[in-house]
């Protein structure tokens, strides 16, 4: 009788022992911080082993009585070993979750945010995009075309909770090397230190914060197999430069974004807006700097609803001679947006206006034409998932959608120099967009351009686009 009392005990022991991991097991959903979760585990395989270490001398006294079966100790010791198991399982999932969860961080895109969900250590993730693009009628010199337009790695590294880094490596069109259009750039590489929630600093190549496209341009959330013009032409997207800056949360409901970085270049401003200008952090000249400062609200009593806008502000001359003068060039770019999701409907508007001091020397010494002393564009979109109506209980998704943008790159000539009234521009854009998974999707839009003097292919595009 007093084996089986000590045999009764043991497991007991056992049990009481997996009742008092399992609250611990739970614990770990939500760790306050990483150093935490790694002393749960730690007192739990502390208590495993002296659980192990006592089992050899009660088994001995247990067999000596003749009252317990050996294998009734070796059922114990299996118990222990699947406890064991499962600390590790719990190990290694912190580290590389079964499933990735896609959701946009700090500014980026939700592949571009996977590094912020990763316990400790490396981070990969990417997307990629293709179309083809059919000219629809004989306005202009384009011609039809097929391009892998993009394939992009992410690659990031927890350090600790408090440090990172993240980067986004693009390849464009497939091909590079004399001839080609192709190319090989880094779009950012940062790292980010969290200090409070209301302040923590990014340092590096970092993606301007301006605009809906230029921090979050993976193609399954934007309309369209094209970027909205008015975020290539008027907001350079994809516009990035080395810079050091503040990022954090005011109120849970107001973010900001702040940086210093590298002035434009405006050597290379043209007619056609201040896109060429971005130096993308290869050999940057840094005569000049640049200030960027961006707030969005997200007010808890309109679900679905942000309002925000940024400002940019630098000089561009870079100490350089135009035509036999230094100039500042004095660039200024402010935008202003808002977008509402609610349930299958999905609206974005967006309004930016810029200026460029100057602009005469530049245009009589840059030879690309007359650069606009003023420049503006806005657009808006809706578009409506309507597969929910047809398929209740789906998960796919399918939109119809519809764009209207307006922009003009010259929209005030400088003193002494004639418009180009070909950059005054509109396009009535309309698509479909299905997504058979979240991570995958398919594209069809069609695009009609009008200028105010001039003419400008219409064209129809085709494509698919994926995150991972």
Do not use: C
């Not at 809906?212 to 516009?239: A, D, K, M």
């Amino acid at each position: 009788m007093r084996a089986n009392h000590k045999f009764i005990f043991i497991v007991g022991g056992l049990t009481a022992a997996m009742t008092a991991l399992s609250p611990s097991v739970n614990a770990l959903e939500k760790p306050q911080t990483m150093e935490d979760m790694w002393k749960i585990i730690q007192a739990q395989q502390k208590q495993i082993d002296e659980m192990k270490a006592a089992m050899p001398a009660q088994a001995s006294e247990i067999s000596s009585e003749n009252t317990v079966a050996t294998g009734d100790v070796k059922k114990l010791e299996r118990k222990t070993d699947v406890l064991s198991q499962e600390v590790e399982k719990l190990r290694t999932n912190l580290a590389i979750p079964e499933e990735a969860q896609y959701k946009s961080a700090y500014g980026l895109g939700p592949a571009a945010s996977k590094v912020y969900q990763v316990g400790k250590g490396l981070s990969i993730g990417g997307y990629g995009e293709a179309n083809y693009q059919a000219i629809t009628d004989d306005k202009g010199s384009g011609k039809n075309n097929a391009d892998l337009e993009r394939f992009i790695l992410y690659t990031g590294y927890k350090f600790t909770d408090r440090i990172l880094f993240n980067s986004e490596l693009e390849f464009e069109h497939a091909k590079t090397g004399e001839g080609e259009n192709g190319e090989v750039s880094v779009e950012f590489a940062a790292l980010d230190f969290f200090i409070d929630p209301i302040a923590n600093v990014r340092a590096g190549m970092v993606l301007m914060p301006m605009g809906f496209i230029n921090q979050i341009h993976e193609p399954p959330f934007y309309f369209g197999n094209n970027r909205p013009e008015v975020e290539r032409r008027i907001i350079p997207s994809t516009w990035r430069e080395i810079g050091v800056g503040l990022f954090g949360q005011i109120t849970p409901e107001l973010t900001y974004t702040a940086y210093i970085v590298n002035g434009l270049d405006a050597t290379d401003f043209s007619s056609s807006g201040i896109r060429d200008g971005r130096q993308n952090g290869s050999a940057a000249a840094a005569e000049d700097f640049g200030h960027v400062v961006r707030l969005d609200y997200t007010p808890g009593y309109l679900p679905g609803v942000t309002v925000g806008g940024s400002a940019y502000v630098g000089n561009s001359g870079q100490d350089q001679n135009f035509g036999g003068q230094k100039v500042d060039a004095l660039t200024q770019l402010y935008e202003g947006h808002i977008q509402w999701k609610y349930r299958g409907l999905e609206f974005r508007t967006l309004g930016s206006w810029g200026h460029i001091d100057d602009a005469g020397v530049l245009s009589a010494a840059n030879g690309n034409g007359t650069i606009g002393s003023e420049n503006y564009g806005f657009y808006t979109e809706v578009g409506y998932d309507v597969l929910p109506l047809l398929l209740p209980s789906t998960t796919q998704y399918l939109a119809p959608f519809f764009r209207y943008e307006q922009y003009d790159t010259v929209a005030s000539a400088p003193l002494g120099y004639d418009d180009d009234e070909n950059k005054d521009r509109q396009i009535y854009q309309v698509g479909l967009q299905y997504k058979p998974i979240p991570n995958v999707v398919i594209k069809a839009d069609y695009r009609n351009f009008t200028a105010k003097k001039g003419d400008v292919p219409d064209d129809f595009n085709l494509g698919f686009g994926f995150i991972f």
